[in-house]
């Protein structure tokens, strides 16, 4: 077990800090959900937190879902198709990457980070029209790799990777492992996968929240409605606000709609949220000092 | 922990974990990014253009103010996010009521969720003094409406707001995890020798949290200048008031999307790159970032 | 001076180079070749085959596609949503520079919620023209006056105008006569009745110059040559003449005396302290389905519609225009018969354009079933097809679309210094650089 070095005494001061800007963070969310529970007229007129009625609520399900005959439903599964495909090839290729940048000195090694670093830097406005030749040449558009491989690159995954495993790695571990013979590939399986669970879970995290939740990559690519994530349908929904864009007409969505559809598209990131975070907190190098 | 144990030999199986990502890195970032290096240098029919499209970019009657606009805005969002993200993620850390900090790093995180258009109608009413939950709040600072919440001279601390709000979440927890694995023998010691939390984190946990906040201060600096997301969202929710055209990344947009002009387009986005880059070069000489210790 | 209009040129310069590298592109992949013609209009048609009918339209049009795919069920349709290219996203333009340069792609058919998509789709060369043998004369013809004047580049059509937003005075019948005023007929009788308002009922508003397009309302009506459009790439801007100074200073008066709102009508904070003091509104036709009936829930038989004011010397009353979208046919198009067909439906049918569109139909048969069944709901207090159906006639013709967007400009430029307590009458020549710099930086060559 760990150590317990923290002082019992909490500091007042510490927790009034603490405790304000929770209060920052959540309370535009506590606005969100509780506008999902109102009425148009409701949303402008009762005081901003509080609770409309599960009626409305109901009701602007009904209008959400009945937006063009379940789109949302639809929106969903794609998101959760490019976004675990995308996860899924990330950590096979970011965690061994940024292990081995970390631990191992190789040729081209300064020149990938060097690089990994450079295209991280880069602004992506400009990289669409490159991406979407690119992709044509290889003729994918349309299809879903259109997006999901440009998501599996996930640069910033590969430096998590590789600052963890440079931290948080007992050289001498290793160094150990190499005096009894092990191959590469047998310590990493033996000492680094152990030992990466955190950095997986933070990696796999980042990466399924930066899928989920890109807009303006699905928005260009993908050619057909029936493709698109959530993210670019609940750009949809908001230009069919009247407020937003007048001339929207008689099929109009009205903003609870909007705020209940934003609350359902977040619900899967707060999911792989609370589920990566169990891997975060207990002690990361319990394990290690075990072995 | 901090003694430097002797570097591996040249690794032979290096090249095997990395093909993955080397593949995935040449195909979508090396290639996409030396293609908008060529458009930067050369005109629309393809022929080199020198420096003719960066003149164009700075001729234009909007480059110097957003110049200006960026410059602000990076002064109150960088000194936010490096002082509340490392403070926040100390004080979680020392927090020893059980299921608090997890609590509370999991409210700090929420906002990251919303992104883009979730996050219009948010902004909208949170900043209107008629219908926001923080209306008296507003109200006591003197705004009456949403436009003057949004008049010019409150966008670059509105933005750096609206950033930190969805961003430092996450990186609060990345730092959180960063400081989980500094042993806690050596806060252990520290503290039999006297220290205090105040002392603890200076010489022992900031120390030991460099690289982690190397790494943070050059994405942020980058992300800073190449701020996009937060004006284009104010510009949405107050139908074009307030934040069109405010950053540089927003002109080079306008330029490739409205003007169908990609040549200037990816000229600002070198300039902004150059700009990341040196920033990011001084940091890593200066930290030993990329050093295998 | 010099240095700008050098940079001008230099722009345009690369738009010219930029259209031809987009042709020589589109050749050399073999594509659906449009020969970059020498005569203006014509086009190259791409070889014609069987596949379906591609269509592009925003969520409110869907029902148009969706329609007219139950009624032709043996057209084979490919129905894609977008965003309309609401709020200026350029989603198609972004699209078709894409197409261009991959040389596939384009839809037959797409729906546009901007009036000023033939600025770039002409030159990009996607909008096939449509008066030189695809639709006939005649047809056209059927059209309100100059309502396809957006989508005409030199006596070309290169689209089909969807709906007008024609001004009128929108006004609460029932509190007018309660209080006994008169209908104003001039600006000068609505300016003395808006001073009158703020100090027998003060709250109570004559209309509202808080939102981006108020300089079509008031300033286009006014007949203000801030947006004269000359030619494909020329614009006159001139928003300090009298035309515009006299209708600004009304704005300006009526705003001092709080009977004119400052906010924006699709504003939370009008919909909650305003929307219930309306006496007057000038304001576009989708004003009374869409504000009144759909966001202010305004009770049945109190709106009524008017002519909009005219200055009293001005012989030629005329109005201005709200937006109104376009429908675009690709000059790529494999299936132009099916193609051709389809838009002529959806922009002149009875069953779409007359029982079912929202807004107010472009093409005047269908406008007069549309005003019959609006005056068949009952809502509104008096006939509003008569003023409606003037107005379509009367929009002034000199204020026109460039592919910069007027709503922007007027909403950054002068809605900040509106709130901060400026005057209107001050911030036209700040107003007038604005419309020039954004204009030049579009490649167009301003004439002040």
Same mark, same amino acid.
């Given at each position: 077990?760990?150590?317990?070095t923290?002082?019992?005494?909490?500091n007042?001061?510490?927790?009034?800090?603490?405790?304000?800007?929770?209060v920052?963070?959540?309370?535009?969310?506590?606005?969100?959900?509780?506008?999902?529970?109102?009425?148009?007229?409701?949303?402008?007129?009762?005081s901003?937190?509080?609770?409309?009625?599960?009626?409305?609520?109901?009701?602007?399900?009904?209008?959400?879902t009945?937006?063009?005959?379940?789109?949302?439903?639809?929106?969903?599964?794609?998101?959760?198709?490019?976004s675990?495909?995308?996860?899924a090839?990330?950590?096979?290729?970011?965690?061994?990457?940024?292990y081995?940048?970390?631990?191992?000195?190789?040729?081209?090694?300064?020149? +990938?980070?060097?690089?990994?670093?450079?295209?991280m830097?880069?602004p992506?406005?400009?990289?669409?029209?490159?991406?979407?030749?690119?992709?044509?040449?290889?003729?994918?558009?349309?299809?879903?790799?259109s997006?999901? +491989?440009?998501?599996?690159?996930?640069?910033?995954?590969?430096?998590?990777?590789?600052?963890?495993?440079?931290?948080?790695?007992?050289r001498?571990?290793?160094?150990?492992?190499?005096?009894?013979?092990?191959?590469?590939?047998?310590?990493?399986?033996?000492?680094?996968l152990? +030992?990466?669970?955190?950095?997986?879970? +933070?990696?796999?995290?980042?990466?399924?929240?930066?899928?989920?939740?890109?807009?303006?990559?699905?928005?260009?690519?993908?050619?057909?409605?029936d493709?698109?994530?959530?993210?670019?349908?609940?750009?949809?929904?908001?230009?069919?606000?009247?407020?937003?864009?007048?001339?929207?007409?008689?099929?109009?969505?009205?903003?609870?709609?909007?705020?209940l559809?934003?609350?359902?598209?977040?619900?899967?990131?707060?999911?792989?949220?609370?589920?990566?975070?169990?891997?975060?907190?207990?002690g990361?190098?319990?394990?290690?000092?075990?072995? | 922990?901090?003694?430097?144990?002797?570097?591996?030999?040249?690794?032979?199986?290096?090249?095997?974990?990395?093909?993955?990502?080397?593949?995935?890195?040449?195909?979508f970032?090396?290639?996409?990014?030396?293609?908008?290096?060529?458009?930067?240098?050369?005109?629309?029919?393809?022929?080199?253009?020198?420096?003719?499209?960066?003149?164009?970019?700075?001729?234009?009657?909007?480059f110097?103010?957003?110049?200006?606009h960026?410059?602000?805005?990076l002064v109150?969002?960088?000194?936010?996010?490096?002082?509340?993200? /490392?403070?926040l993620?100390?004080l979680?850390?020392?927090?020893?009521?059980?299921?608090?900090?997890?609590?509370l790093?999991?409210?700090?995180?929420l906002?990251?969720?919303?992104?883009?258009?979730?996050?219009?109608?948010?902004?909208?009413?949170v900043?209107?003094?008629?219908? &926001?939950?923080?209306?008296?709040?507003?109200?006591?600072?003197?705004?009456?409406?949403?436009?003057?919440?949004?008049?010019?001279?409150?966008?670059p601390?509105?933005?750096?707001?609206?950033?930190?709000?969805?961003?430092?979440?996450?990186?609060?927890?990345?730092?959180?995890?960063?400081?989980?694995?500094? &042993?806690p023998?050596?806060?252990?010691?520290?503290?039999?020798d006297?220290?205090?939390?105040?002392?603890?984190?200076?010489r022992?946990?900031?120390?030991?949290?460099?690289?982690?906040?190397?790494?943070?201060?050059?994405?942020?600096?980058?992300?800073g200048?190449?701020?996009?997301?937060?004006?284009?969202?104010?510009?949405q929710?107050? /139908?074009?008031?307030?934040?069109?055209d405010?950053?540089?990344?927003q002109?080079?947009?306008?330029?490739?999307f409205?003007?169908?002009?990609?040549?200037?387009?990816?000229?600002?986005?070198?300039?902004?790159?150059?700009?990341?880059? /040196?920033?990011?070069?001084?940091?890593?000489?200066?930290?030993?970032f990329?050093?295998?210790? | %001076?010099?240095?700008?209009?050098?940079?001008?040129?230099r722009?345009?310069?690369?738009?010219?180079?930029? @259209?031809?590298?987009?042709? #020589?592109?589109?050749?050399?992949?073999?594509? *659906?070749?449009?020969?970059?013609?020498?005569?203006?209009?014509? =086009?190259?048609?791409?070889?014609?085959?069987?596949?379906?009918?591609?269509?592009?339209?925003?969520?409110?049009?869907?029902?148009?596609?969706?329609?007219?795919?139950?009624?032709?069920?043996?057209?084979? %349709?490919?129905?894609?949503?977008?965003?309309?290219d609401?709020?200026?996203?350029?989603y198609?333009?972004?699209?078709?520079?894409?197409?261009?340069?991959?040389?596939?792609?384009?839809?037959?058919?797409?729906?546009?919620?901007?009036?000023?998509?033939?600025?770039?789709?002409?030159?990009?060369?996607f909008?096939?023209?449509l008066?030189?043998?695809l639709?006939?004369?005649?047809?056209?013809?059927?059209?309100?006056?100059?309502?396809n004047q957006?989508?005409?580049?030199?006596?070309?059509?290169?689209?089909?105008?969807?709906?007008?937003?024609?001004?009128?005075?929108?006004?609460?019948?029932?509190?007018?006569?309660?209080?006994?005023?008169?209908?104003?007929?001039?600006?000068?009788?609505?300016?003395?009745?808006?001073?009158? @308002?703020?100090?027998?009922?003060?709250?109570?508003?004559?209309?509202?110059?808080?939102?981006? =397009?108020t300089?079509?309302?008031?300033?286009?009506?006014?007949?203000c040559?801030?947006?004269?459009?000359?030619?494909?790439?020329?614009?006159?801007?001139? *928003?300090?003449?009298?035309?515009?100074?006299? %209708?600004?200073?009304?704005?300006?008066?009526?705003?001092a005396?709080?009977?004119?709102?400052?906010?924006? @009508? =699709?504003?939370?904070?009008?919909?909650?302290?305003?929307?219930?003091?309306?006496l007057?509104?000038?304001?576009?036709?989708?004003?009374g389905?869409?504000?009144?009936?759909?966001? =202010?829930k305004?009770?049945?038989?109190?709106? *009524?519609?008017?002519?909009?004011?005219?200055?009293a010397?001005?012989?030629n009353?005329?109005v201005?225009?709200?937006?109104g979208?376009?429908?675009?046919?690709?000059?790529?198009?494999?299936? #132009?018969?099916?193609?051709?067909?389809?838009?002529?439906?959806?922009?002149?049918?009875?069953?779409?354009?007359?029982?079912?569109?929202?807004?107010?139909?472009?093409?005047? *048969?269908?406008?007069?079933?549309?005003?019959?069944?609006?005056?068949?709901?009952?809502?509104?207090?008096?006939?509003?097809?008569?003023?409606?159906?003037?107005?379509a006639?009367?929009?002034?013709?000199d204020?026109?679309?460039?592919?910069?967007?007027?709503?922007?400009?007027?909403?950054?430029?002068?809605?900040?210094?509106?709130?901060?307590?400026?005057?209107?009458?001050?911030?036209?020549?700040?107003?007038q650089?604005?419309?020039?710099?954004?204009?030049?930086?579009?490649?167009?060559?301003?004439?002040q």
């Amino acid at each position: 077990m760990r150590t317990e070095t923290r002082r019992a005494i909490p500091n007042p001061l510490a927790a009034v800090v603490l405790v304000a800007f929770a209060v920052f963070f959540v309370l535009p969310v506590v606005w969100l959900v509780l506008a999902a529970t109102k009425t148009d007229d409701q949303l402008v007129r009762d005081s901003p937190l509080s609770f409309g009625s599960w009626d409305a609520l109901r009701a602007n399900w009904d209008a959400l879902t009945g937006y063009q005959s379940g789109a949302i439903l639809l929106w969903l599964r794609n998101s959760a198709v490019y976004s675990f495909v995308a996860l899924a090839i990330t950590l096979c290729v970011a965690v061994p990457a940024g292990y081995a940048l970390a631990v191992t000195e190789f040729r081209g090694r300064r020149t +990938l980070l060097i690089a990994t670093l450079v295209v991280m830097l880069m602004p992506n406005a400009t990289l669409v029209v490159p991406l979407f030749l690119e992709i044509n040449a290889v003729h994918l558009i349309g299809s879903m790799w259109s997006v999901i +491989l440009p998501y599996a690159f996930y640069p910033f995954g590969v430096y998590l990777a590789y600052i963890y495993f440079g931290a948080a790695l007992p050289r001498e571990l290793l160094d150990a492992a190499k005096l009894d013979g092990c191959s590469e590939f047998a310590a990493f399986r033996h000492i680094g996968l152990p +030992l990466a669970a955190p950095v997986v879970a +933070l990696v796999g995290f980042f990466s399924f929240v930066a899928n989920w939740t890109n807009y303006f990559l699905p928005y260009v690519l993908l050619p057909s409605s029936d493709q698109v994530p959530v993210q670019v349908g609940l750009g949809t929904l908001l230009d069919n606000v009247p407020q937003f864009n007048p001339t929207a007409g008689a099929l109009a969505v009205q903003r609870p709609e909007v705020a209940l559809a934003t609350l359902v598209a977040i619900v899967p990131v707060l999911l792989v949220f609370l589920f990566s975070q169990r891997f975060l907190v207990a002690g990361l190098l319990a394990g290690a000092t075990k072995d | 922990m901090t003694t430097v144990a002797p570097r591996q030999r040249r690794s032979r199986a290096a090249p095997a974990f990395v093909a993955g990502y080397v593949i995935l890195l040449v195909a979508f970032g090396v290639v996409p990014t030396v293609y908008a290096i060529y458009f930067a240098f050369t005109d629309s029919g393809g022929a080199f253009a020198g420096l003719g499209n960066f003149a164009d970019a700075a001729a234009d009657f909007r480059f110097l103010p957003a110049i200006g606009h960026v410059a602000l805005y990076l002064v109150c969002w960088l000194a936010g996010l490096v002082v509340f993200v /490392v403070g926040l993620a100390l004080l979680l850390h020392r927090l020893q009521v059980r299921g608090a900090g997890r609590t509370l790093r999991f409210l700090y995180y929420l906002p990251g969720a919303l992104a883009g258009a979730a996050s219009v109608m948010v902004w909208l009413f949170v900043l209107d003094p008629a219908v &926001s939950p923080v209306g008296f709040l507003l109200r006591a600072l003197g705004y009456q409406t949403f436009g003057q919440v949004i008049a010019p001279g409150n966008l670059p601390v509105l933005f750096a707001a609206i950033a930190f709000w969805t961003g430092a979440g996450g990186w609060i927890v990345v730092m959180y995890g960063a400081l989980n694995t500094i &042993s806690p023998e050596v806060l252990e010691a520290a503290r039999i020798d006297g220290a205090g939390a105040w002392q603890t984190a200076r010489r022992i946990q900031i120390p030991l949290l460099r690289k982690w906040i190397v790494y943070m201060v050059i994405l942020a600096f980058a992300g800073g200048t190449q701020l996009f997301v937060e004006p284009q969202l104010l510009s949405q929710a107050s /139908v074009g008031v307030a934040g069109r055209d405010y950053s540089p990344n927003q002109l080079s947009y306008d330029f490739a999307f409205q003007n169908d002009n990609v040549n200037t387009a990816a000229a600002i986005s070198v300039e902004l790159l150059v700009v990341g880059l /040196v920033v990011a070069a001084v940091f890593v000489v200066r930290s030993g970032f990329f050093d295998a210790d | %001076m010099i240095r700008s209009n050098l940079v001008a040129r230099r722009r345009r310069t690369a738009t010219l180079l930029a @259209v031809a590298a987009l042709t #020589l592109a589109a050749t050399a992949c073999g594509a *659906a070749t449009s020969s970059g013609g020498d005569t203006k209009g014509r =086009f190259t048609q791409a070889p014609q085959s069987d596949g379906p009918l591609t269509v592009w339209v925003d969520s409110t049009r869907l029902a148009a596609a969706q329609l007219y795919q139950k009624q032709n069920p043996t057209v084979k %349709m490919d129905i894609v949503s977008y965003d309309g290219d609401a709020n200026g996203s350029n989603y198609l333009q972004t699209k078709v520079s894409l197409f261009n340069r991959t040389g596939n792609g384009w839809p037959d058919v797409v729906f546009s919620s901007q009036n000023n998509e033939a600025t770039w789709a002409v030159t990009a060369k996607f909008a096939a023209p449509l008066n030189k043998g695809l639709v006939p004369q005649s047809l056209l013809d059927g059209w309100a006056p100059n309502a396809n004047q957006p989508c005409t580049v030199d006596g070309t059509v290169y689209c089909l105008r969807n709906d007008l937003s024609q001004t009128v005075l929108w006004y609460n019948a029932a509190l007018m006569t309660q209080w006994g005023y008169q209908v104003p007929s001039t600006w000068e009788e609505y300016e003395a009745l808006g001073k009158k @308002v703020a100090t027998e009922h003060p709250g109570y508003l004559v209309g509202a110059a808080g939102d981006t =397009f108020t300089p079509e309302i008031y300033l286009w009506a006014s007949k203000c040559g801030a947006n004269h459009i000359t030619g494909p790439k020329a614009v006159t801007v001139n *928003a300090t003449s009298p035309a515009c100074t006299r %209708m600004a200073a009304l704005l300006d008066s009526l705003i001092a005396a709080k009977s004119m709102s400052t906010s924006s @009508v =699709f504003s939370s904070d009008f919909d909650k302290n305003e929307a219930d003091k309306i006496l007057m509104m000038p304001g576009p036709s989708w004003y009374g389905g869409s504000l009144f009936q759909g966001t =202010f829930k305004t009770p049945k038989g109190q709106i *009524a519609v008017a002519p909009m004011p005219h200055w009293a010397d001005d012989k030629n009353p005329s109005v201005g225009n709200v937006g109104g979208g376009t429908w675009l046919l690709s000059a790529h198009s494999a299936h #132009l018969k099916a193609a051709t067909a389809f838009l002529t439906w959806v922009t002149t049918s009875d069953d779409y354009q007359g029982k079912v569109a929202v807004g107010y139909p472009a093409y005047a *048969a269908a406008a007069k079933t549309w005003l019959a069944a609006q005056a068949a709901s009952g809502y509104y207090a008096n006939d509003i097809t008569a003023p409606l159906q003037a107005a379509a006639g009367q929009v002034w013709p000199d204020w026109g679309y460039g592919q910069f967007s007027q709503e922007a400009i007027w909403a950054a430029t002068v809605t900040p210094g509106l709130t901060a307590g400026k005057t209107i009458v001050s911030m036209l020549p700040a107003w007038q650089k604005a419309i020039s710099d954004y204009a030049r930086s579009d490649g167009y060559q301003v004439t002040q």
